[in-house]
Protein backbone atom coordinates (compact mmCIF):
# COMPACT_ATOMS: atom_id res chain seq x y z
CA UNK A 1 0.00 0.00 0.00
CA UNK A 2 1.08 3.19 -0.83
CA UNK A 3 1.68 6.53 1.05
CA UNK A 4 -1.53 7.91 -0.91
CA UNK A 5 -3.34 4.95 -0.34
CA UNK A 6 -2.60 5.05 3.19
CA UNK A 7 -3.91 8.62 4.05
CA UNK A 8 -7.29 7.63 2.14
CA UNK A 9 -8.04 4.70 4.19
CA UNK A 10 -7.34 5.98 7.52
CA UNK A 11 -10.75 7.64 8.62
CA UNK A 12 -10.79 11.40 8.92
CA UNK A 13 -12.48 11.54 12.45
CA UNK A 14 -11.70 9.99 16.01
CA UNK A 15 -13.87 9.47 19.19
CA UNK A 16 -12.34 9.99 22.63
CA UNK A 17 -14.52 7.76 24.26
CA UNK A 18 -14.31 7.69 28.35
CA UNK A 19 -15.25 4.42 29.26
CA UNK A 20 -15.85 2.80 32.93
CA UNK A 21 -18.34 2.70 36.42
CA UNK A 22 -20.47 5.39 37.26
CA UNK A 23 -18.99 7.60 40.09
CA UNK A 24 -15.39 6.46 38.88
CA UNK A 25 -14.27 9.77 37.47
CA UNK A 26 -15.60 9.52 34.03
CA UNK A 27 -17.03 13.19 34.26
CA UNK A 28 -13.49 14.29 35.31
CA UNK A 29 -11.85 12.55 32.40
CA UNK A 30 -14.32 13.56 30.24
CA UNK A 31 -14.05 17.77 30.59
CA UNK A 32 -9.84 17.45 30.63
CA UNK A 33 -10.23 15.89 27.01
CA UNK A 34 -13.22 18.60 25.97
CA UNK A 35 -10.97 21.68 27.90
CA UNK A 36 -7.96 19.77 25.65
CA UNK A 37 -9.67 20.07 21.84
CA UNK A 38 -12.43 17.17 21.81
CA UNK A 39 -15.84 18.29 21.09
CA UNK A 40 -18.38 17.32 23.96
CA UNK A 41 -22.36 16.87 22.48
CA UNK A 42 -24.73 19.71 21.72
CA UNK A 43 -26.92 18.71 25.29
CA UNK A 44 -25.01 17.74 27.89
CA UNK A 45 -26.35 16.50 31.50
CA UNK A 46 -26.41 19.22 33.93
CA UNK A 47 -24.74 18.96 37.36
CA UNK A 48 -26.81 18.15 40.21
CA UNK A 49 -26.26 17.63 43.64
CA UNK A 50 -24.51 14.60 43.28
CA UNK A 51 -21.94 16.33 40.65
CA UNK A 52 -21.85 20.18 41.33
CA UNK A 53 -19.34 20.74 38.40
CA UNK A 54 -21.46 18.02 35.73
CA UNK A 55 -21.51 15.13 34.29
CA UNK A 56 -21.21 16.28 30.71
CA UNK A 57 -22.46 13.26 28.52
CA UNK A 58 -25.16 13.59 26.21
CA UNK A 59 -28.21 12.99 28.01
CA UNK A 60 -30.24 12.14 24.80
CA UNK A 61 -27.47 9.23 23.99
CA UNK A 62 -27.80 8.34 27.87
CA UNK A 63 -31.77 7.75 27.39
CA UNK A 64 -31.06 5.75 24.24
CA UNK A 65 -28.66 3.49 26.22
CA UNK A 66 -31.07 2.85 28.38
CA UNK A 67 -33.66 2.00 25.59
CA UNK A 68 -31.15 -0.50 24.32
CA UNK A 69 -30.30 -1.88 27.12
CA UNK A 70 -34.14 -2.68 28.13
CA UNK A 71 -34.27 -3.86 24.77
CA UNK A 72 -32.25 -6.89 25.69
CA UNK A 73 -33.49 -7.39 29.10
CA UNK A 74 -31.04 -5.19 31.20
CA UNK A 75 -30.51 -2.12 32.72
CA UNK A 76 -27.24 0.45 33.47
CA UNK A 77 -27.80 -0.78 37.00
CA UNK A 78 -27.86 -4.71 36.23
CA UNK A 79 -24.54 -6.46 37.35
CA UNK A 80 -25.20 -9.25 35.25
CA UNK A 81 -24.83 -6.83 32.27
CA UNK A 82 -21.55 -8.31 31.15
CA UNK A 83 -21.06 -10.15 28.62
CA UNK A 84 -22.56 -7.80 26.16
CA UNK A 85 -26.50 -9.01 24.75
CA UNK A 86 -27.25 -8.94 21.66
CA UNK A 87 -30.25 -8.71 19.44
CA UNK A 88 -31.28 -10.24 16.04
CA UNK A 89 -29.31 -8.75 13.74
CA UNK A 90 -32.70 -6.83 11.95
CA UNK A 91 -33.57 -5.10 15.44
CA UNK A 92 -30.01 -4.23 15.94
CA UNK A 93 -29.63 -2.93 12.41
CA UNK A 94 -32.73 -0.55 13.64
CA UNK A 95 -31.07 0.41 16.86
CA UNK A 96 -27.57 1.58 15.04
CA UNK A 97 -29.44 3.78 12.34
CA UNK A 98 -31.12 5.30 15.48
CA UNK A 99 -28.00 5.54 17.31
CA UNK A 100 -26.01 7.45 14.17
CA UNK A 101 -28.94 10.02 13.60
CA UNK A 102 -28.54 10.97 17.25
CA UNK A 103 -24.61 10.41 17.00
CA UNK A 104 -25.25 13.15 14.08
CA UNK A 105 -27.41 15.78 15.79
CA UNK A 106 -25.28 15.27 19.21
CA UNK A 107 -21.69 16.14 17.52
CA UNK A 108 -22.19 17.51 13.67
CA UNK A 109 -19.34 16.62 11.80
CA UNK A 110 -16.51 16.99 14.81
CA UNK A 111 -13.49 16.13 13.91
CA UNK A 112 -12.84 14.63 17.66
CA UNK A 113 -16.25 13.91 18.96
CA UNK A 114 -16.22 13.20 22.70
CA UNK A 115 -18.31 10.48 24.09
CA UNK A 116 -18.90 9.66 27.74
CA UNK A 117 -21.65 7.68 28.87
CA UNK A 118 -20.69 4.53 31.16
CA UNK A 119 -23.74 2.92 29.58
CA UNK A 120 -21.30 2.79 26.91
CA UNK A 121 -18.98 0.42 28.23
CA UNK A 122 -21.56 -2.37 28.70
CA UNK A 123 -22.94 -1.94 24.95
CA UNK A 124 -19.16 -1.22 23.50
CA UNK A 125 -19.73 -4.01 20.48
CA UNK A 126 -23.10 -1.93 19.61
CA UNK A 127 -21.19 1.38 19.84
CA UNK A 128 -18.09 -0.01 18.03
CA UNK A 129 -20.06 -1.38 15.55
CA UNK A 130 -21.54 2.26 14.85
CA UNK A 131 -18.27 4.20 14.70
CA UNK A 132 -16.98 1.66 12.19
CA UNK A 133 -19.96 2.53 9.88
CA UNK A 134 -19.43 5.72 10.76
CA UNK A 135 -15.73 5.52 9.37
CA UNK A 136 -13.90 6.68 12.69
CA UNK A 137 -11.01 5.60 14.74
CA UNK A 138 -11.63 5.48 18.06
CA UNK A 139 -8.94 6.49 21.31
CA UNK A 140 -10.40 4.98 24.79
CA UNK A 141 -9.64 6.37 28.04
CA UNK A 142 -10.74 4.25 31.42
CA UNK A 143 -10.35 6.11 34.84
CA UNK A 144 -9.90 3.57 37.73
CA UNK A 145 -11.63 4.19 40.93
CA UNK A 146 -11.44 2.06 44.10
CA UNK A 147 -14.93 -0.19 44.14
CA UNK A 148 -15.96 0.98 47.45
CA UNK A 149 -15.58 4.46 46.81
CA UNK A 150 -17.70 4.23 43.90
CA UNK A 151 -20.06 1.76 46.60
CA UNK A 152 -20.09 5.33 48.87
CA UNK A 153 -20.96 7.19 46.16
CA UNK A 154 -23.75 4.90 44.40
CA UNK A 155 -24.91 4.72 48.42
CA UNK A 156 -25.70 8.20 48.71
CA UNK A 157 -27.06 8.78 45.43
CA UNK A 158 -29.02 5.56 44.78
CA UNK A 159 -29.22 3.91 47.69
CA UNK A 160 -27.65 1.01 46.67
CA UNK A 161 -25.83 -2.08 48.64
CA UNK A 162 -21.92 -2.15 48.76
CA UNK A 163 -22.05 -5.52 47.47
CA UNK A 164 -24.29 -4.75 44.60
CA UNK A 165 -22.59 -1.49 43.55
CA UNK A 166 -19.27 -3.91 43.91
CA UNK A 167 -20.60 -6.60 41.13
CA UNK A 168 -22.13 -3.35 39.26
CA UNK A 169 -18.04 -2.13 39.14
CA UNK A 170 -16.86 -5.29 37.81
CA UNK A 171 -19.17 -6.19 35.34
CA UNK A 172 -18.41 -2.14 33.62
CA UNK A 173 -14.69 -2.72 34.17
CA UNK A 174 -14.28 -6.35 33.06
CA UNK A 175 -16.06 -4.95 30.23
CA UNK A 176 -14.21 -1.67 29.47
CA UNK A 177 -11.04 -4.06 29.33
CA UNK A 178 -12.40 -6.93 27.13
CA UNK A 179 -13.83 -5.06 24.64
CA UNK A 180 -11.28 -2.72 23.98
CA UNK A 181 -7.73 -4.67 24.12
CA UNK A 182 -7.41 -4.10 20.12
CA UNK A 183 -8.16 -0.43 20.31
CA UNK A 184 -5.86 2.44 21.74
CA UNK A 185 -6.24 3.30 25.26
CA UNK A 186 -5.20 3.95 28.63
CA UNK A 187 -6.21 3.27 32.30
CA UNK A 188 -5.95 6.26 34.57
CA UNK A 189 -6.11 6.37 38.17
CA UNK A 190 -8.60 8.94 39.44
CA UNK A 191 -6.51 9.98 42.55
CA UNK A 192 -3.38 10.39 40.43
CA UNK A 193 -5.37 12.07 37.63
CA UNK A 194 -6.58 14.91 40.56
CA UNK A 195 -2.82 14.87 41.91
CA UNK A 196 -0.85 15.30 38.51
CA UNK A 197 -3.00 15.23 35.66
CA UNK A 198 -0.18 16.35 33.21
CA UNK A 199 1.70 13.26 34.01
CA UNK A 200 -1.46 11.42 32.88
CA UNK A 201 -2.07 13.37 30.10
CA UNK A 202 1.14 11.93 29.25
CA UNK A 203 0.77 8.68 29.76
CA UNK A 204 -3.06 9.06 27.42
CA UNK A 205 -1.13 10.61 24.36
CA UNK A 206 1.36 7.76 24.51
CA UNK A 207 -0.85 5.74 25.16
CA UNK A 208 -3.59 6.92 21.98
CA UNK A 209 0.14 7.47 20.24
CA UNK A 210 -1.31 11.04 19.26
CA UNK A 211 -0.91 14.62 21.41
CA UNK A 212 -4.37 15.96 22.44
CA UNK A 213 -6.06 17.96 19.98
CA UNK A 214 -5.50 21.29 21.93
CA UNK A 215 -3.57 21.27 24.90
CA UNK A 216 -3.09 24.60 25.15
CA UNK A 217 -1.85 26.86 28.00
CA UNK A 218 -4.64 28.43 28.58
CA UNK A 219 -6.46 24.77 28.63
CA UNK A 220 -4.12 23.56 31.13
CA UNK A 221 -5.31 26.66 33.62
CA UNK A 222 -9.00 25.99 32.89
CA UNK A 223 -8.12 22.52 33.46
CA UNK A 224 -5.83 23.45 37.00
CA UNK A 225 -9.21 25.38 38.25
CA UNK A 226 -11.63 22.36 37.34
CA UNK A 227 -9.60 19.43 38.66
CA UNK A 228 -9.67 20.86 42.53
CA UNK A 229 -9.69 18.23 45.43
CA UNK A 230 -13.63 18.76 46.31
CA UNK A 231 -13.95 16.14 43.29
CA UNK A 232 -12.70 13.24 45.54
CA UNK A 233 -15.83 13.02 47.65
CA UNK A 234 -15.55 9.37 48.85
CA UNK A 235 -12.27 7.26 48.85
CA UNK A 236 -11.59 3.58 49.24
CA UNK A 237 -11.76 2.54 52.75
CA UNK A 238 -12.62 -0.61 54.11
CA UNK A 239 -11.75 -4.17 52.82
CA UNK A 240 -13.31 -5.58 49.88
CA UNK A 241 -13.48 -8.93 51.09
CA UNK A 242 -16.17 -8.13 53.81
CA UNK A 243 -18.30 -7.97 50.70
CA UNK A 244 -17.97 -12.02 50.42
CA UNK A 245 -17.82 -13.60 46.90
CA UNK A 246 -19.10 -9.62 44.95
CA UNK A 247 -16.15 -8.27 46.53
CA UNK A 248 -14.03 -10.71 46.03
CA UNK A 249 -14.25 -10.33 42.44
CA UNK A 250 -13.95 -6.81 42.48
CA UNK A 251 -10.69 -7.16 44.87
CA UNK A 252 -9.37 -9.36 41.64
CA UNK A 253 -10.63 -6.78 38.93
CA UNK A 254 -9.15 -3.77 41.03
CA UNK A 255 -5.57 -5.00 41.50
CA UNK A 256 -5.27 -5.99 37.39
CA UNK A 257 -6.52 -2.56 36.40
CA UNK A 258 -4.79 -0.46 39.08
CA UNK A 259 -1.59 -1.96 37.89
CA UNK A 260 -2.85 -1.19 34.38
CA UNK A 261 -2.95 2.31 35.60
CA UNK A 262 0.36 2.37 37.20
CA UNK A 263 1.88 0.51 34.15
CA UNK A 264 3.04 -2.13 36.08
CA UNK A 265 3.10 -5.98 34.99
CA UNK A 266 -0.38 -7.78 35.57
CA UNK A 267 -1.54 -10.75 35.92
CA UNK A 268 -3.72 -11.48 32.67
CA UNK A 269 -5.23 -14.84 33.95
CA UNK A 270 -7.06 -12.67 36.77
CA UNK A 271 -9.55 -10.62 34.56
CA UNK A 272 -10.15 -14.12 32.24
CA UNK A 273 -10.52 -15.94 35.76
CA UNK A 274 -13.13 -13.10 37.29
CA UNK A 275 -15.01 -13.20 34.06
CA UNK A 276 -15.76 -16.41 34.36
CA UNK A 277 -17.01 -16.08 38.12
CA UNK A 278 -19.09 -13.45 36.77
CA UNK A 279 -20.62 -15.55 34.17
CA UNK A 280 -21.17 -18.58 36.26
CA UNK A 281 -23.31 -16.50 38.82
CA UNK A 282 -24.99 -14.86 35.71
CA UNK A 283 -26.22 -18.74 35.04
CA UNK A 284 -27.00 -19.49 39.01
CA UNK A 285 -29.32 -15.94 39.85
CA UNK A 286 -29.23 -14.03 36.86
CA UNK A 287 -32.54 -15.29 35.58
CA UNK A 288 -33.85 -14.08 38.83
CA UNK A 289 -31.81 -10.41 39.17
CA UNK A 290 -31.45 -9.02 35.67
CA UNK A 291 -35.53 -9.44 35.17
CA UNK A 292 -36.29 -7.04 38.51
CA UNK A 293 -33.37 -4.91 37.50
CA UNK A 294 -35.10 -4.21 33.91
CA UNK A 295 -38.81 -3.63 35.13
CA UNK A 296 -37.34 -1.31 38.18
CA UNK A 297 -35.23 0.46 35.28
CA UNK A 298 -38.47 0.31 32.91
CA UNK A 299 -40.08 1.87 36.19
CA UNK A 300 -37.85 4.76 36.86
CA UNK A 301 -38.27 5.83 33.31
CA UNK A 302 -41.54 6.13 33.99
CA UNK A 303 -41.49 7.64 36.94
CA UNK A 304 -38.93 10.10 35.78
CA UNK A 305 -41.11 10.89 32.65
CA UNK A 306 -43.77 11.16 34.77
CA UNK A 307 -42.11 14.10 36.75
CA UNK A 308 -40.88 15.82 33.93
CA UNK A 309 -44.37 15.88 32.69
CA UNK A 310 -45.46 17.18 35.89
CA UNK A 311 -43.02 20.07 35.83
CA UNK A 312 -43.57 21.39 32.05
CA UNK A 313 -47.16 21.36 33.34
CA UNK A 314 -46.31 23.20 36.22
CA UNK A 315 -43.73 25.15 34.18
CA UNK A 316 -46.78 26.08 31.83
CA UNK A 317 -49.23 26.79 34.20
CA UNK A 318 -46.56 28.78 35.95
CA UNK A 319 -45.76 30.70 33.02
CA UNK A 320 -49.79 31.32 32.09
CA UNK A 321 -50.60 32.74 35.53
CA UNK A 322 -47.49 35.25 35.59
CA UNK A 323 -48.74 36.60 32.19
CA UNK A 324 -51.96 36.52 33.16
CA UNK A 325 -50.29 38.69 36.52
CA UNK A 326 -48.42 40.56 34.37
CA UNK A 327 -51.82 41.56 32.30
CA UNK A 328 -53.49 42.39 35.26
CA UNK A 329 -50.98 44.54 36.47
CA UNK A 330 -51.14 46.07 33.12
CA UNK A 331 -54.49 46.52 33.21
CA UNK A 332 -54.51 47.87 36.48
CA UNK A 333 -52.11 50.36 35.44
CA UNK A 334 -54.42 51.18 33.09
CA UNK A 335 -57.04 52.09 34.91
CA UNK A 336 -54.82 54.10 37.56
CA UNK A 337 -53.61 56.08 34.80
CA UNK A 338 -57.03 56.48 33.49
CA UNK A 339 -58.53 57.65 36.57
CA UNK A 340 -55.74 59.92 37.37
CA UNK A 341 -56.31 60.96 33.53
CA UNK A 342 -60.31 61.89 35.03
CA UNK A 343 -59.65 63.07 38.25
CA UNK A 344 -57.07 66.00 36.85
CA UNK A 345 -59.96 66.65 34.45
CA UNK A 346 -62.61 66.78 36.68
CA UNK A 347 -59.68 69.22 38.64
CA UNK A 348 -59.56 71.22 35.75
CA UNK A 349 -63.30 71.61 34.94
CA UNK A 350 -63.96 72.11 38.84
CA UNK A 351 -61.25 75.20 38.98
CA UNK A 352 -62.96 76.74 36.14
CA UNK A 353 -66.63 75.87 37.79
CA UNK A 354 -64.73 77.62 40.98
CA UNK A 355 -63.36 80.95 38.85
CA UNK A 356 -66.63 81.28 37.40
CA UNK A 357 -68.51 81.13 40.70
CA UNK A 358 -66.14 83.76 41.74
CA UNK A 359 -66.16 85.87 38.99
CA UNK A 360 -69.63 85.66 39.24
CA UNK A 361 -69.59 86.54 43.11
CA UNK A 362 -67.14 89.68 42.60
CA UNK A 363 -69.91 91.30 39.70
CA UNK A 364 -72.24 90.77 42.10
CA UNK A 365 -70.44 92.38 44.84
CA UNK A 366 -69.71 95.36 42.64
CA UNK A 367 -73.19 95.75 41.38
CA UNK A 368 -74.39 96.19 44.92
CA UNK A 369 -71.66 98.06 45.74
CA UNK A 370 -73.51 100.64 43.25
CA UNK A 371 -75.72 103.41 44.80
Known amino acids: MTATQAARSEPKRTAYLVLGMHRSGTSAVTQLLGLAGAKLPAQ???????????????????LFNDERLRAAGGAWDDVFSFPFRTLPRRDERKWLIRGEALFDEEYGDARFPL????????LMPFWRTLIDDMDMAARVVIPVRHPLAV????ARRD???AQKSALLWTSYMLAAE???RDLPRVFVDYDSLLGDWRAEVGRMEAAHGAPLPKLTEKAGKA????????????????DLHDLGWAGELAQMVFEELSAAAADRPANGGALELAGEMLARKREEVGALVSPTTRD???TRVELRETRASLEFELRETRERLEAELAQLRADIA????????????????????YDAIAEAEARLEEALAKP
Do not use: C
Not at 115 to 122: A, G, S, W
Not at 151 to 154: D, Q, V
Not at 334 to 353: H, I, T
Open 296 to 298: LDA
Open 44 to 62: VMPGDEHNAKGYFEPWRIA
Open 334 to 353: EVRAAWKRDVAGLDRELKVF
Open 115 to 122: LKDPRVTI
Open 178 to 180: AYT
Open 159 to 161: GFA
Open 223 to 238: IDRFLTPELRHNTGQG
Open 151 to 154: AGSL
